[in-house]
């Protein structure tokens, strides 16, 4: 069974700029989520995906984070424009159900905003 | 405020100690998760432990769960270097609708 795939692994960008990272959870899983990680933090969620509906965006910046599920399937997240703050690694998770499930995780997309 | 809270921050022990991590939460919870973080990876999920358990295995891992104290322990056996790592639990809260809330994890160094 393949895993949660995310690209690109790395991404450099200068503040003010927008940047995209594009996610395919494992086939069959109803639901995606975005998770954003601090260095030295756990993940926090940025937004839920259940099929292509949002289920939770409450922590997501709406004023500059953006994420989408066309067709339920893959999903991309955007920033834009990105702050020094948003430097982090941004982790996509995909489970069958959503309901407090186990998550399988992606390697994740680290961003640097300089 | 923190849902899962870790404790300790850092850990070092010897190949073959045991290593023991706690996790501390403040609401009630439906299950209580302990995933893995290598360097640079992602998140590989552990176990997973239901508030009517008190006590999992899986391997060299044992989860004990005390819903009175709120708290939780993850135990790894007989360590060995590959298990050099940050540990996370997660909780999954019947006020939080279906997100899973992470704590800020345990970094687990052991020297062969």
């Known amino acids: 069974e393949a895993g949660v795939a995310q690209s690109p692994r790395y991404k450099i960008i200068e503040k003010r700029q927008s940047v995209a990272f594009w996610c395919n959870p494992i086939s069959g899983h109803a639901t995606l989520y975005w998770y954003q990680q601090i260095l030295g933090q756990g993940p926090k969620l940025l937004i839920q995906f259940q099929n292509n509906g949002v289920v939770d965006d409450s922590q997501l910046p709406k004023d500059r984070f953006s994420a989408e599920r066309l067709k339920g399937v893959d999903s991309t997240l955007k920033i834009q424009p990105a702050k020094l703050e948003d430097s982090a690694v941004y982790l996509c998770?995909?489970?069958?159900?959503?309901?407090?499930?186990?998550?399988?995780f992606g390697a994740g997309t680290r961003l640097s905003v300089l | 405020s923190q849902q899962g809270e870790e404790d300790p921050q850092a850990l070092s022990i010897q190949e073959g100690e045991n290593a023991t991590m706690n996790c501390s939460y403040k609401t009630s919870i439906n299950n209580l998760q302990w995933y893995r973080q290598n360097s640079g990876r992602g998140l590989v999920h552990l176990i997973l432990?239901?508030?009517?358990?008190r006590e999992k295995h899986s391997g060299r891992l044992r989860v004990t769960l005390d819903t009175s104290k709120k708290s939780s322990s993850l135990l790894i056996t007989a360590s060995r270097a590959a298990d050099t790592a940050s540990y996370f639990c997660?909780?999954?809260?019947?006020?939080?609708?279906?997100?899973?809330?992470f704590g800020e994890g345990t970094q687990l160094t052991v020297n062969p």
């Open positions: 432990i239901r508030s009517n358990e």
């Open positions: 998770a995909s489970s069958s159900s959503g309901i407090g499930d186990i998550q399988y």
């Open positions: 997660a909780t999954h809260s019947r006020t939080s609708g279906s997100r899973l809330t």
